[in-house]
């Protein structure tokens, strides 16, 4: 359950920073009013919601690396391809560069605790 809670998570926090930015640039208070709120209160649900997540998922995993992992690489690749979707946004090679080492620095580091928790376990058993 821990995936999902975290992937989820990702994808409240994503779609929350989309939300974020069409009530706060597309939209004014003074000029639509109704969409402005809509926007703003799909953001305050999007981030309560991806709180919820996030610690659901911390309680019911054994590794806070590995949910911190999907639930930042989820948000960040979400919240690229929808940039680039909704507003045309380009992310040069770089920026999805810098992404994958994240990725694939926390994959590192979450190896690395298994294998000391799987050293631990051998010991007690010892």
């Given at each position: 359950m821990d995936i999902f809670f975290s992937i989820s998570a990702g994808i409240c926090a994503s779609l929350g920073a989309v939300s974020s930015k069409f009530a706060f640039s597309e939209f004014s208070w003074e000029k639509q009013p109704i969409e402005?709120?809509?926007?703003?209160?799909?953001?305050?649900?999007?981030?309560?919601?991806?709180?919820?997540?996030?610690?659901?998922?911390?309680?019911?995993?054994?590794?806070?690396?590995?949910?911190?992992?999907?639930?930042?690489?989820?948000?960040?690749?979400?919240?690229?391809?929808?940039?680039?979707?909704?507003?045309?946004?380009?992310h040069s090679m770089l920026w999805w560069t810098g992404l994958s080492l994240v990725i694939v620095g926390s994959v590192l580091l979450l190896?690395?605790?298994?294998?000391?928790?799987?050293?631990?376990?051998?010991?007690?058993?010892?």
């Open positions: 402005f709120v809509l926007f703003l209160s799909l953001f305050l649900l999007f981030n309560v919601s991806m709180w919820i997540f996030f610690s659901r998922a911390l309680a019911t995993s054994t590794s806070t690396i590995k949910v911190m992992a999907l639930n930042t690489g989820t948000n960040f690749t979400l919240t690229g391809i929808l940039g680039g979707v909704l507003w045309g946004e380009a190896t690395e605790q298994q294998k000391i928790e799987e050293q631990k376990g051998k010991e007690k058993i010892r």
